[in-house]
């Protein structure tokens, strides 16, 4: 996957799907579990997972049917899309990103003691 290439919230989500199978899936396969909290016809789930094997971001296998895997495991686009925020919102400094979530409210006491504790571990 290249690491200057984009991924829509929607594909996100097929990704997401296929980082918490522990094996390859089929189109029907993540549709399934898709329709849990979606409700995307067949075409739209194909174009979706169409778009993320021409990015490179999963692969496909065919058998019966095409089956696919994610080509990057999800630790790692996290790390690169957290790097990205940083960059574009923050200049880069990771200081500031922290200094704004203390400001909008969105740490806890509970948080900023768990982070205090992970720092510390380090």
Request: glycine letters at 0%; a neutral charge.
């Given at each position: 996957?290249?690491?200057?290439?984009?991924?829509?919230?929607?594909?996100?989500?097929?990704?997401?799907?296929?980082?918490?199978?522990?094996?390859?899936?089929?189109?029907?396969?993540?549709?399934?579990?898709?329709?849990?909290?979606?409700?995307?016809?067949?075409?739209?789930?194909?174009?979706?997972?169409?778009?993320?094997?021409?990015?490179?971001?999963?692969?496909?296998?065919?058998?019966?049917?095409?089956?696919?895997?994610?080509?990057?495991?999800?630790?790692?686009?996290?790390?690169?899309?957290?790097?990205?925020?940083?960059?574009?919102?923050?200049?880069?400094?990771?200081?500031?990103?922290?200094?704004a979530l203390v400001d909008s409210d969105a740490l806890t006491k509970?948080?900023?003691?768990?982070?205090?504790?992970?720092?510390?571990?380090?």
């Amino acid at each position: 996957m290249n690491p200057n290439m984009t991924v829509s919230d929607s594909e996100l989500e097929i990704l997401e799907v296929l980082w918490a199978s522990d094996c390859a899936l089929s189109a029907a396969e993540i549709r399934n579990i898709l329709n849990e909290h979606k409700s995307w016809e067949r075409t739209t789930i194909l174009t979706l997972i169409n778009r993320l094997v021409k990015k490179d971001a999963i692969a496909q296998e065919k058998r019966e049917v095409y089956y696919y895997t994610p080509c990057i495991r999800r630790e790692t686009y996290v790390r690169a899309e957290t790097k990205s925020f940083v960059d574009k919102f923050f200049k880069g400094r990771t200081k500031s990103l922290a200094a704004a979530l203390v400001d909008s409210d969105a740490l806890t006491k509970e948080d900023i003691e768990e982070l205090r504790d992970y720092f510390k571990k380090l």
